[in-house]
Antibody
């Protein structure tokens, strides 16, 4: 079955950097776009970034554009989110999501999330 | 960016009730909309994709429909396991946007 395991979260000071990773298994990783979605404490879901199946296309939400980058390593079935110039408002649980691996080949399958806390 | 306006924000209902949640897009997204269920401390779970297609393994009491830019998630007979927060998401274009969420509470 589809398994997505995020890692790399933790406590970081404002202005510093953090790199999240997501290890995927149970599906053909190199055939699917991968997304990051975050959820601030007690708040709703916010889409953060996409990387296409081959890494050729990348999209970002307005709130992280210019600060976050996304990359993938298809031989290692891994996607990364590099977060620079972190702000207090980036504090959230970050979910990795695979697109189109479910029965209907649409929608997201999700990891369990990793918590990022930006605080001085 | 496409805005997704979800209502209500909170809904109090009893087991057995028919429940309807609405999501309105600020512009046409065709049928490119998904519904997710999230329980506290857990990742979201896909229920519906392409506005009305039921994900495999999701109970048939869940259904989705669309009329223009207004999308509806219906739970035909609310079960104890359905008390959760529900989100819509458009995937017509980027940035992908979610509705604000609807928390379904026990009445």
């Amino acid at each position: 079955q589809v398994l997505l395991v995020e890692s790399g979260g933790g406590v970081v000071q404002p202005g510093r950097s953090l790199r999240l990773s997501c290890a995927a298994s149970g599906f053909s990783f190199s055939s699917h776009g991968m997304h990051w979605v975050r959820q601030a404490p007690g708040k709703g879901l916010e889409w953060v970034a996409l990387i296409s199946y081959d890494g050729s296309s990348k999209k970002f939400g307005d709130s992280v554009k210019g600060r976050f980058t996304i990359s993938r390593d298809n031989p290692k079935n891994t996607v990364h989110l590099q977060m620079n110039s972190l702000r207090v408002e980036d504090t959230a649980v970050y979910f990795c999501a695979a697109e189109g691996v479910g029965s209907g080949a649409e929608g997201y399958s999700w990891g369990q999330g990793t918590l990022v806390t930006v605080s001085s | 960016d496409i805005q997704m306006t979800q209502s209500p924000s909170t809904l109090s209902a009893s087991v057995g009730d028919r429940v309807t949640i609405t999501c309105r897009a600020s512009q046409s997204i065709s049928h490119w909309l998904a519904w997710y269920q999230q329980k506290p401390g857990k990742a979201p779970k896909l229920l519906i994709y392409k506005a009305s297609s039921l994900e495999s393994g999701v109970p048939s009491r869940f259904s989705g429909s669309v009329s223009g830019t207004e999308f509806t998630l219906t739970i035909s007979s609310l079960q104890p396991d359905d008390f959760a927060t529900y989100y819509c998401q458009q995937y017509n274009n980027y940035p992908r946007t979610f509705g604000q969420g609807t928390k379904v509470e026990i009445k």
